[in-house]
């Protein structure tokens, strides 16, 4: 079983910068894709920022040239820069890893609130 922790969310006025990690323990093995999802309150959970095996990285447009997702394999961890953030960005942000056989684990999420 896999094990995702999240860190680094919080409170943030508009224009600033957080930056969220994600970092994987267990029963960890051929990790494909890491990514980023969130949800606010009332609406469904959409894509964020996906990076694959081979660094190839996919943002939603919203969040396009704002925020930068990277990973660190050796420490089987995935971080979010988000900048400029904007008081549409807030939602609980999710970790999601997908493994070569298609098994997905979540984290438990970590909330960014943007204030106006």
């Known amino acids: 079983q896999v094990r995702l922790v999240e860190s680094g969310g919080g409170l943030v006025q508009a224009g600033g910068s957080l930056r969220l990690s994600c970092a994987a323990s267990g029963n960890i093995f051929a990790i494909n894709t890491m990514g980023w999802y969130r949800q606010a309150p009332g609406k469904q959970r959409e894509l964020v920022a996906i990076?694959?095996?081979?660094?190839?990285?996919t943002y939603a447009d919203s969040v396009k040239g704002r925020f930068i997702i990277s990973r660190d394999n050796a420490k089987n961890t995935v971080y979010l820069q988000m900048n400029s953030l904007k008081p549409e960005d807030t939602a609980v942000y999710y970790c999601?890893?997908?493994?070569?056989?298609?098994?997905?684990?979540w984290g438990q999420g970590t909330q960014v609130t943007v204030s106006s």
């Open positions: 990076i694959g095996r081979n660094d190839r990285e």
């Open positions: 999601n890893f997908q493994n070569l056989y298609g098994v997905v684990d």
